[in-house]
């Protein structure tokens, strides 16, 4: 497997950047959504529920975002020696993997390897 070129290193960078940014933005815009239901307003039962169940919705889309931001965060952190090479068996991750989760910190193999465990 080879290793990543100077231009696809600063092209992952930039896309962690705009992740980065797109993720903070998500999970600031979320607060209000995620406050609790108010028990006092007066509505009618199953709109209680249904205010209930977008509530437990969003936190649960707000919780997969903050986790994902903390992710890229940590890759952003990551020296140029170390991004991109995998944490486990320490072989290149592949440009294509990291171009569609550029977060990622496992190559295919250990990613797999790893959830044929869970």
Same mark, same amino acid.
């Given at each position: 497997?080879?290793?990543?070129?100077?231009?696809?290193?600063?092209?992952?960078?930039?896309?962690?950047?705009?992740?980065?940014?797109?993720?903070?933005?998500?999970?600031?815009?979320?607060?209000?959504?995620?406050?609790?239901?108010? +028990?006092?307003?007066?509505?009618?039962?199953?709109? !209680?529920?249904?205010?209930?169940?977008?509530?437990?919705?969003?936190?649960?889309? !707000?919780?997969?975002?903050?986790?994902?931001? !903390?992710?890229?965060?940590?890759?952003?952190?990551?020296?140029?020696?170390?991004?991109?090479?995998?944490?486990?068996?320490?072989?290149?991750?592949?440009?294509?993997?990291?171009?569609?989760?550029?977060?990622?910190? +496992?190559?295919?193999?250990?990613?797999?390897?790893?959830?044929?465990?869970?």
């Amino acid at each position: 497997m080879d290793e990543l070129t100077p231009d696809q290193r600063q092209e992952l960078r930039a896309a962690l950047d705009a992740l980065s940014h797109e993720l903070t933005a998500l999970v600031n815009g979320t607060a209000e959504t995620v406050r609790p239901v108010d +028990l006092e307003e007066p509505i009618g039962r199953i709109s !209680r529920m249904d205010a209930i169940q977008q509530q437990r919705m969003a936190r649960a889309a !707000r919780d997969r975002h903050s986790h994902r931001l !903390r992710l890229v965060q940590v890759a952003r952190q990551r020296t140029p020696e170390e991004y991109g090479i995998c944490r486990l068996c320490d072989d290149p991750i592949r440009y294509a993997r990291l171009k569609i989760q550029p977060e990622a910190t +496992l190559c295919i193999a250990c990613q797999s390897e790893r959830e044929r465990q869970m």
